[in-house]
């Protein structure tokens, strides 16, 4: 009895953990293209985790074996706190219902796993969550634009809450979202449990990394919970008649600066942008697009500052020759629209957006329009772009 009585007491912790997984943040989308998306979210114990891809419809989840699709590395199935999954093979324009599973590893030893409980998502008294893949051959798009929230969540939800989930087809990220990294949590506390909240496991979110976003111990990891198509912060994608060169500006002082502790590297980043954006205005993708945005959280104008001057000299000369229809900026915390040829040296538009207003863009085949709005949901000015 006494034995029996020692095995239980030993079990016991092990049985009580096994009954603490849990989805923390999340889930979101990431990295959305035509033929895939890039699903995070996190969980308070390690766990193995997957996703169950169904098509749209009106039956049952339950209604029989889903597809799975496991987070992997190199063969591997991943064990951790954070997940990214991917999923493939998907068709443009189509709407994917999904759950997400993460089932607790409670010891790891040699080949012997022992494994606890399954968090996941109900699809049993709610909707499944769903998304709909990006389309090139999209005749009309909807896209909202934010920049320097700097964790202020109830602007966040005056941005970007009511209708965003249901007519607005991604949003974009313009930086500055928070104002130091230092800990990983506070991407979540910041903005991204807020945005979660609002439309981000269901509409794709895409970040452009802001100069405050490069700070603090953490800020190494913030690629791992915003994965994009090449594995950097600057990339491009395409959805309807816009092909969006995502940059980044990286900071604005000198490397040398003492702010950055030793730590900056920045211009030998910005000339590897550069080389990257000397190849991405010959992209074939790029050049039949209608429309071309470059988003970017600082703006190459306005400023004498290192960042500002070294960026310009380095990106505005492949940007120049391209035909970019504008430029999206943050940064300034003041709006600013710059029409093409007004100043010399930049060859297309530039509109700096102020950080307490949020554009609302709408693009068809032959016209952009570009809504600035402020926290009550009142249109303060629009930008018309018509196409070359």
């Known amino acids: 009895m006494k034995k029996q009585m020692t095995l239980l007491t030993l079990l016991l912790p092990t049985f009580m953990m096994a009954q603490q997984i849990a989805i923390v943040n999340g889930p979101y989308l990431q990295n959305m293209s035509e033929n895939e998306t890039t699903i995070v979210w996190t969980t308070n114990n390690d766990a193995v985790s997957w996703v169950e891809l169904a098509p749209e419809g009106n039956d049952s989840f339950y209604?029989?074996?889903?597809?799975?699709?496991?987070?992997?590395?190199h063969g591997n199935k991943v064990i951790g706190r954070l997940h990214k999954?991917?999923?493939?093979?998907?068709?443009?324009?189509?709407?994917?219902?999904?759950?997400?599973?993460?089932?607790?590893?409670l010891s790891y030893e040699g080949h012997r796993i022992m494994y606890g409980n399954i968090a996941s998502t109900n699809v049993y008294s709610k909707k499944p969550l769903s998304f709909t893949t990006l389309d090139r051959d999209k005749?009309?798009?909807?896209?909202?634009?934010?920049?320097d929230i700097h964790g202020k969540n109830d602007n966040l939800s005056s941005m970007l809450g009511g209708e965003t989930k249901n007519k607005s087809d991604l949003v974009i990220f313009?930086?500055?979202?928070?104002?130091?990294?230092?800990?990983?949590?506070?991407?979540?506390?910041?903005?991204?449990?807020?945005?979660?909240?609002?439309?981000?496991?269901?509409?794709?979110?895409?970040?452009?990394?802001?100069?405050?976003?490069?700070?603090?111990?953490?800020?190494?990891?913030?690629?791992?919970?915003?994965?994009?198509?090449?594995?950097?912060?600057?990339?491009?994608?395409?959805?309807?008649?816009?092909?969006f060169m995502i940059l980044d500006g990286g900071e604005d002082k000198p490397d040398s600066d003492i702010e950055y502790?030793?730590?900056?590297?920045?211009?030998?980043?910005?000339?590897?942008?550069?080389?990257?954006?000397?190849?991405?205005?010959?992209?074939?993708?790029?050049?039949?697009?209608?429309?071309?945005?470059?988003?970017?959280?600082?703006?190459?104008?306005?400023?004498?500052?290192?960042?500002t001057l070294d960026l310009a000299d380095k990106y505005l000369p492949a940007l120049n020759s391209a035909k970019i229809d504008i430029m999206l900026c943050g940064h300034t915390?003041?709006?600013?629209?710059?029409?093409?040829?007004?100043?010399?040296?930049?060859?297309?538009?530039?509109?700096?957006?102020?950080?307490?207003?949020?554009l609302e863009v709408e693009t068809t085949q032959d016209r952009m329009?570009?809504?600035?709005m402020d926290l009550s949901g009142k249109k303060v000015t629009t930008h018309t772009i018509n196409r070359r």
């Not at 998907?90 to 590893?105: A, C, N």
């Not at 329009?369 to 600035?372: A, E, L, M, S, V």
């Open 63 to 73: 209604a029989m074996e889903r597809e799975r699709f496991y987070e992997s590395s």
């Open 85 to 105: 999954v991917t999923v493939d093979n998907l068709k443009p324009g189509t709407t994917y219902r999904y759950r997400i599973f993460s089932k607790e590893v």
């Open 139 to 147: 005749e009309r798009i909807t896209f909202k634009v934010v920049n």
């Open 174 to 243: 313009n930086g500055d979202m928070i104002s130091m990294l230092n800990e990983e949590s506070l991407i979540f506390t910041g903005f991204m449990d807020r945005a979660t909240e609002l439309f981000a496991s269901e509409v794709p979110a895409f970040m452009a990394r802001g100069n405050h976003e490069t700070r603090g111990k953490a800020s190494s990891r913030l690629i791992d919970y915003f994965p994009t198509n090449n594995g950097q912060f600057y990339y491009a994608f395409r959805h309807g008649p816009v092909h």
């Open 261 to 307: 502790s030793d730590l900056s590297l920045f211009d030998d980043y910005r000339s590897e942008v550069k080389r990257w954006i000397e190849k991405q205005v010959t992209d074939p993708d790029f050049l039949s697009a209608p429309f071309r945005v470059v988003v970017m959280h600082i703006p190459p104008t306005g400023s004498t500052w290192h960042g």
């Open 333 to 358: 915390h003041n709006y600013k629209f710059t029409a093409e040829g007004e100043e010399a040296g930049i060859s297309f538009p530039v509109l700096i957006n102020d950080d307490e207003t949020w």
């Open 369 to 372: 329009t570009i809504d600035i």
